[in-house]
């Protein structure tokens, strides 16, 4: 059968009043992003509280149903057969008809779910929902009704155009990303941070993100791998400015000068430190990391802490207490595992230390910074050689 358009469900809780208009407006426009690198022309549409996708030209239903799949916002996405209203005997004709296409197998059970919109339509919606059943139990002696729990809910409304549809395919669910500010994601080549990521813009936060790189230390084929993943994460984030920051000078200055146990806490606090700086440039309201209580030893809760310690932001952890099995399960949904895993050194594990402390003592670490004499002319000089490379747009 071919769908000439779309009907979007969407969670409407937490959306009443006036920033339900923010919400939709949001979510139409970022449709209609998704739907840019489908091969067809779509208008995306908002009428009476409901969200159509309509294609105006030829266009690939796969690929279009999985750009939707990518939108927060979405709950549902409905292949609609729009119908002229060439009167009720041909209602019933064409929903028999879309019934026998759509369902080869009539060994089910069905109900019928009118909608009259358009208040002069000659039948109220018991009627039609009498007939059309009538009209399909007669066209199927192998279909049954069931008004409790059916099989099959097949949706009549009758608008301008007639809507006939009755599958429901899933959407991301979550919230329209622009509906709740800006997040800096810090992002590594691992498995834990593009989940976080996308964990949070699920709640309709826009991300940009920031690599710390050490070259020659990690090659270009690393980085490019972080690239790859912040291209993966963009189909459900939008455009990501990934901000690639040269962290080797701060790195060996570390390591010169400080004990070598503290050397991944240290280095952690100074990417803390320059991610905010990077965020608060760029808008940002938050940070947001990868960290899982207890899968290293840079994220026991007392690393955590002196982490945190140098940030006034706000750091959100998404996965802090997922098991690594449940953030390689999202991992695979949402397609970032597979480049994940690919084996290219990552700048925190290249000066590692054979023992890391793993209660640090926040005393001891700021003792130790101050012995950083130089470092704040580094932060700046990693600040102003960003590069920053500009993914899914
Ligand atoms: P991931 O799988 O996300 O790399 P991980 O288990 O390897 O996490 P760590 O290396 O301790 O854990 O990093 C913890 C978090 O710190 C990461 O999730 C990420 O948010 C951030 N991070 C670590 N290394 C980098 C880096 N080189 N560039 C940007 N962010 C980083
Ligand atoms: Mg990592």
Redesign the pocket.
């Known amino acids: 059968m071919v769908f000439q358009a779309f009907l979007i469900k969407y969670a409407e809780i937490g959306i009443k009043g006036r920033n339900r208009y923010v919400f939709e407006d949001m979510l139409v426009s970022q449709i209609a992003r998704a739907l840019r690198a489908v091969e067809g022309r779509f208008s995306v549409s908002k009428t009476q509280g409901r969200i159509y996708v309509k294609a105006e030209s030829d266009y690939d239903y796969d690929e279009t149903v999985d750009a939707l799949g990518h939108v927060f916002g979405i709950a549902g996405i409905c292949p609609l057969l729009q119908v002229e209203d060439s009167g009720f005997e041909e209602l019933c004709r064409q929903v028999v008809a879309y019934m026998d296409e759509m369902y080869p197998d009539k060994h089910m059970t069905f109900k019928v779910m009118a909608r009259r919109a358009r208040k002069n339509y000659p039948m109220d919606s018991n009627e039609i929902n009498r007939q059309i059943g009538e009209a399909v139990l007669e066209a199927f002696p192998d279909i049954r009704v069931d008004v409790h729990q059916p099989d099959v809910y097949l949706n009549i409304e009758v608008r301008e155009m007639i809507n006939i549809y009755s599958e429901i395919l899933p959407g991301p669910g979550g919230m329209p990303v622009g509906t709740n500010g800006k997040g800096m994601?810090?992002?590594?080549?691992?498995?834990?941070?593009?989940v976080?990521g996308y964990m949070v813009s699920k709640r309709g936060v826009r991300i940009d993100a920031?690599?710390?790189?050490a070259p020659p230390y990690t090659s270009d084929r690393a980085k490019q791998k972080v690239v790859d993943l912040a291209q993966i994460i963009s189909r459900y984030t939008g455009p990501i400015h990934l901000h690639v920051v040269n962290?080797t000078e701060i790195q060996l200055y570390i390591y010169e000068t400080c004990p070598h146990e503290e050397l991944t806490i240290l280095m952690?606090r100074y990417?803390m430190r320059i991610a905010e700086r990077l965020a608060k440039e760029n808008g940002c309201q938050a940070l947001?990391?990868?960290?899982?209580i207890g899968?290293?030893a840079?994220?026991t809760m007392q690393s955590l802490a002196a982490t945190n310690d140098v940030c006034t932001m706000p750091v959100f952890r998404p996965v802090i207490a997922f098991d690594k099995q449940d953030i390689v399960d999202i991992a695979k949904k949402i397609k970032t595992f597979e480049t994940?895993i690919q084996p290219f050194e990552?700048?925190?594990t290249i000066f590692v230390a054979k023992h890391p402390v793993t209660k640090p003592n926040l005393n001891i670490i700021r003792h130790s910074e101050t012995k950083l004499t130089q470092i704040d002319e580094m932060v700046e000089r990693a600040l102003q050689t960003v590069e920053v490379i500009r993914v899914g747009e």
Do not use: K, N, W
């Open positions: 994601l810090l992002l590594s080549g691992g498995i834990d941070s593009p976080a920031v690599y710390f790189h962290f952690r990417m947001i990391t990868g960290e899982s899968q290293v840079s994220q994940s990552d700048c925190c």
